[in-house]
């Protein structure tokens, strides 16, 4: 059974950064897309970024140029560099599997982290 454990969430302030990680166990990232999204207090989960299955990466519209999605194979485990962070950043931030290729919606994923908080504030 596929695990996905997030790490790296906290408080910070704008215009600073974070790097989150998503632990996977019980597969290997050869076969899988990994997806981060977010959720913030009374609003819809949405996509953030996703590697998939070969390294192809893609970041949302209004995150691109202050996100970036990796992965490390060796230690099955995903990270998103988060950059020039903004209060509207503020959510619980989710990781997420699927086999092979990303897809933006929630519905797609079958296996979640329990997710990490990010607090962006002064």
């Known amino acids: 059974q596929l695990q996905l454990v997030e790490s790296g969430g906290g408080l910070v302030q704008p215009g600073g950064s974070l790097r989150l990680s998503c632990a996977v166990s019980?597969?290997?990232?050869?076969?899988?897309?990994i997806s981060w999204f977010r959720q913030a207090p009374g609003k819809e989960r949405e996509g953030v970024s996703c590697i998939d299955s070969v390294g192809r990466t893609y970041v949302a519209d209004s995150m691109k140029g202050r996100f970036t999605i990796s992965k490390d194979n060796a230690k099955n485990t995903v990270y998103l560099q988060m950059n020039s962070l903004k209060p509207e950043d503020t959510a619980v931030y989710y990781c997420?599997?699927?086999?092979?290729?990303?897809?933006?919606?929630?519905?797609?994923?079958?296996?979640w982290g329990q997710g990490t908080q990010v607090t962006v504030s002064s």
């Open positions: 019980g597969s290997t990232l050869d076969y899988y897309a």
């Open positions: 997420a599997a699927q086999e092979s290729y990303c897809k933006w919606s929630v519905l797609q994923y079958g296996s």
